[in-house]
């Protein structure tokens, strides 16, 4: 696995800012988050000329970009709203080409999976479809994200199943995808809506190489029973059990600290973490 850092922690930080705190932590790889944040340096209508600023900015800090992400859900019972999304992940495909990024992280969608059936499944599948589709053309990988649903519980969130985190869901997914994708595989959010390290590795197991990327970070709770984002190694995970599997993935393993107030910081734990105990490239 070759280390960079993922996206969404991010969301307050410049993005040069992003770049450097990646160089000096000797990584070379940072996820683009593009049109996913209000803050993100390209929105759909980025120009020709910040595209071009983008490229000179991850070519002066030596980053390699590689892995890209955005915002969507494909699973409401708003069609609607779902094809504004697709429309969007489009539009963000076609600036992912421009920078020649391999991979573009979606989602299926964060509603709970018992009440994606019928009509509103089809719908999702349809939706992906046409995403993967116009990404083949483009030669960019749509990537789903492992995600469940979210949703604040007392002082703190909780996830529950979406159609990205039933096994018996993902295979149904996939079994209706017409066209490449690639799966962004993320342990801490399988946790949180209740696999263990046993199933979280046999799902790693089972998906092989259609995984283009992996997240990284990890939850705990707090007194109340909510979970809190937290650096890998401070949460609920066993970590020492999941490398004994994930350190034999060769592509990127990005870290997702998701807290931004101590987001350099929470970044380094992880680092520390997983590069000098599991020895893992940068």
């Not at 970009?65 to 699973?75: I, W």
């Not at 709203?81 to 979606?106: C, F, H, N, P, T």
């Not at 789903?144 to 096994?167: P, Q």
């Not at 259609?210 to 937290?230: E, T």
Request: charged share 25%; with cysteine; hydrophobic share 40%.
């Amino acid at each position: 696995m070759i280390l960079g850092n993922a996206a969404w922690g991010f969301r307050e930080t410049p993005l040069e800012r992003r770049l450097e705190i990646t160089r000096d932590m000797g990584f070379n790889l940072l996820e683009l988050q593009i049109a996913g944040h209000e803050n993100d340096f390209l929105q759909l209508d980025a120009s020709d000329e910040a595209i071009s600023e983008v490229k000179e900015l991850f070519k002066k800090y030596s980053i390699n970009l590689v892995c890209a992400s955005t915002g969507n859900d494909f699973t409401g019972a708003d069609e609607a709203e779902s094809i504004s999304g697709m429309e969007s992940i489009k539009k963000v495909i076609d600036i992912a080409q421009k920078l020649e990024i391999k991979y573009l992280r979606i989602f299926a969608g964060f509603s709970p999976v018992d009440e994606v059936t019928g009509t509103r499944w089809a719908f999702m599948i349809k939706m992906l479809n046409e995403v993967l589709e116009y990404g083949a053309k483009h030669h960019v990988l749509p990537s789903i994200e492992t995600h469940g649903g979210v949703e604040e519980y007392l002082d703190g969130i909780r996830h529950f199943a979406s159609t990205s985190t039933v096994i018996e869901k993902l295979n149904k997914i996939f079994s209706e995808l017409k066209y490449p994708f690639g799966i962004v595989f993320d342990p801490a959010n399988l946790g949180a809506v209740g696999m263990n390290e046993d199933e979280i590795i046999a799902l790693y197991q089972e998906l092989g190489e259609k995984i283009a990327y992996f997240h990284l970070k990890d939850f705990s709770l707090n007194r109340s029973g909510a979970l809190q984002p937290c650096a890998c190694g401070d949460g609920q995970l066993d970590w020492n059990k999941l490398m004994t599997k994930f350190d034999e993935f060769t592509g990127p393993g990005m870290i997702e600290y998701e807290l931004t107030e101590d987001i350099t910081a929470g970044l380094k734990r992880s680092q520390v973490l997983l590069q000098n105990q599991f020895a893992l490239a940068v």
